[in-house]
C-alpha cells in the first residue's frame, strides 16, 4: 500500500516536474560550488577544480597552528608584497599580479582584519597597518572587542547572564587556532541552506494533496469504507510521504556534499570555524565537520516538521491548494519580519523551523535563551523542539485522517 500511495504522487506530471526541478537544482548548485577562483601568476583568472587545487596549493603553505610567530610572518610576508612595484602600480593587470602572490594568504588576512579591527567594523587593509610586532595582541583583541561592545548601547538587549556566558564561550575557545585549506567546507555550506529551503517548497507540492486526493477525486467513501481504509490505509499516506521527504531529502545533500568534498577537498575539517570571515564571532565551538553535520541534520528535522504540517493541514482541510501554503507561510514570512530591533519579534522568529534550514547564519548570529537560570545557544533548544514536534505530528496526522467524515 505504502508503494501504491509513493506510485500516485509520481504518477502526476507536475510532480515530475518538480522531481526534474531538484535534480537541475542539485545540478546548478553543484557547479557554483566547484567554481573557485584563482589568479594566476599573470594576473589572469581561472576557474574550477583545477583552479581550486593551485589556490589549496598556496594556502598549504600556511597551514598549521596559528601563534603569534606564524603571525608575524604572515604580517611580515603582507609588507613584503605591498612594497612590489606590482603592488603599487596603477594598473588593474599589475595589482592582480601582487593578489597573485598573496592570496595564500586572504583567509588569515581575514582574521586579522576581524581581530584589529573591531567587533563591528571590518577594514580589509588592516593588515597593512600593522607591524609584526602587533601580533600578540591577536587572540585578546577578539575578547576585549567582544566586551567592549557588549558595554555598548548596541548590546542592551542581553542580561548579565547572557553577556557573561558569550564572554566565556569566547575564553574556551582554544589557542592557537589550527589553520589549513577549508575551501571545499565553505563552498558546500555556502550553498546548502538554497536547496534545503527550495526543496522543502517542493515537498510541500508533493505532499500537499497526499491527504486530499481522494476526496478530490470523490473516492473517499470508498476508501475509507474499506477494509483496511481507516487504518492500514492512512498508515500507507503517512509513509509514504515520510519516505518521500528523507529519501529525496538525503539523496540530494549526501550526492551534493560528496561531489563538492570530492572536488576541493576535505582538508580542515577538525579546524574551528573561527578562522572563517563569517566565524570569526561565533561564540560556537565547532569544526567545518561538525558544523557540516549539523547543517544537514538541521535541514533535515526542519524540512521534514514542515512537511508533516503540510499533510496535517492536507488531513484536516482536505485542501491541496491550502497545504501547499504551508511550506511558503513558514519560510517566507519570517524573512519579511526580521532584521528589526524589536526584541521580542526577534526572539519569536528565532525559533522558527526556518532557523534549522540555515543553520550556518544561526552559528554566526547571538541567538540566546535562558532555560532555568541557564544560558545557552538556540541551537539547543532548536533541535529537541522540532524533533518532539515531528514525533507528536505523526500520531496526530493518523487521528485526524482515520477519523475524517465522507460527505
Not at 8 to 35: D, Y
Not at 383 to 393: A, K, R
Request: charged share 20%; glycine share 8%.
Amino acid at each position: 500500500m505504502v508503494y501504491y500511495e509513493m506510485k500516485k504522487v509520481f504518477s502526476k506530471t507536475s510532480n515530475k516536474i518538480a522531481v526534474l526541478f531538484i535534480l537541475v537544482l542539485l545540478g546548478l548548485m553543484t557547479g557554483f560550488a566547484i567554481h573557485v577562483q584563482y589568479v594566476n601568476e599573470e594576473g589572469n583568472m581561472e576557474y574550477g577544480i583545477s583552479a581550486a587545487r593551485k589556490l589549496k596549493e598556496l594556502k598549504k603553505e600556511w597551514a598549521g597552528e596559528l601563534t603569534e610567530e606564524r603571525l608575524k610572518e604572515v604580517i611580515a610576508e603582507n609588507a613584503r608584497i605591498q612594497a612590489t612595484p606590482e603592488a603599487r602600480s596603477r594598473d588593474i593587470q599589475q595589482n592582480n599580479i601582487a593578489y597573485s602572490q598573496r592570496q595564500g594568504l586572504l583567509d588569515i588576512r581575514n582574521m586579522i582584519a576581524n581581530s584589529y579591527g573591531g567587533f563591528q567594523n571590518y577594514d580589509y587593509y588592516m593588515i597593512d597597518y600593522l607591524k609584526p610586532e602587533d601580533a600578540g595582541h591577536f587572540y585578546s583583541n577578539r575578547i576585549e572587542s567582544l566586551k567592549e561592545w557588549l558595554a555598548s548601547p548596541e548590546a542592551e538587549q542581553f542580561s548579565k547572564k547572557e553577556k557573561q556566558f558569550l564572554i566565556e564561550q569566547y575564553a574556551d575557545m582554544e589557542v592557537p587556532l589550527k589553520y589549513d585549506d577549508f575551501t571545499g567546507w565553505y563552498e558546500a555550506t555556502y550553498n546548502m541552506p538554497v536547496i534545503i529551503m527550495l526543496m522543502c517548497l517542493i515537498f510541500g507540492f508533493l505532499l500537499a494533496g497526499i491527504f486530499s486526493n481522494e476526496t478530490k477525486l470523490k473516492a473517499d467513501s470508498i476508501f475509507f469504507s474499506a477494509y483496511h481504509g481507516r487504518r492500514q490505509g492512512v498508515m500507507a499516506k503517512l509513509a509514504a510521504g515520510l519516505i518521500i521527504v528523507t529519501g529525496i531529502y538525503w539523496v540530494v545533500m549526501l550526492v551534493y556534499s560528496a561531489i563538492v568534498l570530492g572536488a576541493l577537498g576535505t582538508d580542515g575539517a577538525d579546524c574551528m570555524i573561527q578562522i572563517s570571515l563569517g566565524g570569526w564571532k561565533s561564540f560556537y565551538n565547532i569544526t567545518f565537520l561538525q558544523r557540516h553535520l549539523l547543517i544537514l541534520f538541521g535541514g533535515y528535522i526542519g524540512t521534514l516538521f514542515i512537511a508533516l504540517l503540510t499533510m496535517l493541514v492536507s488531513a484536516k482541510t482536505k485542501s491541496a491548494v491550502i497545504s501547499v501554503m504551508v511550506p511558503f507561510i513558514l519560510l517566507l514570512i519570517p524573512s519579511v519580519f526580521s532584521g528589526g530591533n524589536h526584541h521580542l519579534l526577534n526572539q519569536i522568529l528565532a525559533v522558527l523551523p526556518d532557523r534549522l534550514m540555515d543553520i550556518d547564519a544561526v552559528v554566526k548570529t547571538f541567538s540566546l535563551v535562558e532555560i532555568g537560570g541557564k544560558v545557552t545557544g538556540i541551537l539547543s533548544i532548536l533541535f529537541p523542539v522540532y524533533i518532539v514536534l515531528s514525533v507528536v505530528l505523526c500520531p496526530v496526522i493518523y487521528q485526524v485522517y482515520r477519523q475524517a467524515e465522507v460527505k
